[in-house]
T-cell receptor, first 115, second 115 residues
Framework: NAGVMQNPRHLVRRRGQEARLRCSPMKGHSHVYWYRQLPEEGLKFMVYLQKENIIDESGMPKERFSAEFPKEGPSILRIQQVVRGDSAAYFC?????????????FGPGTRLLVL | AQSVTQLDSHVSVSEGTPVLLRCNYSSSYSPSLFWYVQHPNKGLQLLLKYTSAATLVKGINGFEAEFKKSETSFHLTKPSAHMSDAAEYFCVVRTSSGSARQLTFGSGTQLTVLP
């Protein structure tokens, strides 16, 4: 059973470009979470999605960031008009069912560098 | 709101000696607590979790943690360190806000194992 898959693993963008990060949850998992890790810091929650629904986006920046988890295909975290401060590691996690205490399993992350 | 404080940003031990990584939590009710490990440029791996069952929790790779309500602590221990244990360790609490699925991470403890 493959784990959480993220691609690309590394992404370089120039200021003003768009960054698109993909996450495929573990097989059978329908809950996806995105976290951001800035250098020398712990992970910060961004958004929680179920298929076709955003459940909790309280950690998402108000502008330029969006996320989706369509009925088919991976979850996408999109960052428009990237700035240097967006440089970070972005981790996706997934869980199996609707119970809040369900374990979240993390992917290897996408490391975004904005030049 | 829940939070965790990791008391040491860096810990160094010699191979074969005990490991102690300290974590204190803040919560208005019995929390769900986790320890995750992150090896360089890798994703996060769950070591163990506490969800109001046994207060002494055994995890993978010989790690264990004890939930002490009176001290609001959830310290991670291992009797004998291996070189492969060198990594960053995060103490994590599941928050009650929003969807009750956000994980709040501590700032991390970098463990160095000396030969």
């Amino acid at each position: 059973n493959a784990g959480v898959m993220q691609n690309p693993r590394h992404l370089v963008r120039r200021r003003g470009q768009e960054a698109r990060l993909r996450c495929s949850p573990m097989k059978g998992h329908s809950h996806v979470y995105w976290y951001r890790q800035l250098p020398e810091e712990g992970l910060k929650f961004m958004v929680y999605l179920q298929k076709e629904n955003i459940i909790d986006e309280s950690g998402m920046p108000k502008e330029r960031f969006s996320a989706e988890f369509p009925k088919e295909g991976p979850s996408i975290l999109r960052i428009q008009q990237v700035v240097r401060g967006d440089s970070a590691a972005y981790f996706c996690a997934s869980s199996l069912n609707r119970e809040p205490q369900e374990t979240q399993y993390f992917g290897p992350g996408t490391r975004l560098l904005v030049l | 709101a829940q939070s965790v404080t990791q008391l040491d940003s860096h810990v160094s031990v010699s191979e074969g000696t005990p490991v102690l990584l300290r974590c204190n939590y803040s919560s208005s009710y019995s929390p769900s607590l986790f320890w995750y490990v992150q090896h360089p440029n890798k994703g996060l791996q769950l070591l163990l979790k506490y969800t109001s069952a046994a207060t002494l929790v055994k995890g993978i790779n010989g790690f264990e943690a004890e939930f002490k309500k009176s001290e609001t602590s959830f310290h991670l221990t291992k009797p004998s360190a291996h070189m492969s244990d060198a990594a960053e360790y995060f103490c994590v609490v599941r928050t009650s806000s929003g969807s009750a699925r956000q994980l709040t991470f501590g700032s991390g403890t970098q463990l160095t194992v000396l030969p």
